[in-house]
């Protein structure tokens, strides 16, 4: 598997590059913004839903977070998958479903931050059970 791991990942990307490559991005700005905005907020809900049942229901920090970025993640690669496979790569399903990733990446990287953060705030404080 290790050699594996690598080569879907370049797949995925290869997948999105040809992708993009095929359609009009600038004249569909409207509909990746229609698309990316719930997307967003779904990652963002998500995870601070997730983070505040863990922390109501008094797991640890890593437990917490594991469970927050679960949460909030997809499988992405899966649905552009099925989405070129079932409507074709220059379809709007395609399009919608590369969006996914190009949003889920920096969100969950912010995330990190601020669950770091929220660590030393409100975690790192509590008292221990």
Request: hydrophobic share 60%.
């Amino acid at each position: 598997m290790r050699y594996f791991g690598p080569c879907a990942l370049l797949g995925l990307l290869y997948t999105i590059v040809v992708m993009f490559a095929a359609q009009d991005i600038i004249g569909q700005i409207a509909n990746i913004a229609r698309v990316a905005v719930p997307m967003f907020v779904y990652f963002i809900a998500m995870f601070f839903v997730s983070l505040g049942v863990s922390y109501w229901r008094r797991m640890n920090y890593a437990y917490a977070a594991t469970q927050a970025f679960t949460a909030a993640s997809n499988n992405f690669e899966l649905a552009i998958a099925v989405a070129v496979g079932t409507f074709g790569i220059q379809s709007q399903e395609a399009l919608a479903a590369t969006v996914g990733p190009l949003i889920e990446v920096p969100v969950m990287l912010g995330l990190v931050y601020v669950a770091l953060w929220l660590k030393q705030r409100v975690w790192d404080r509590a008292a221990p059970v």
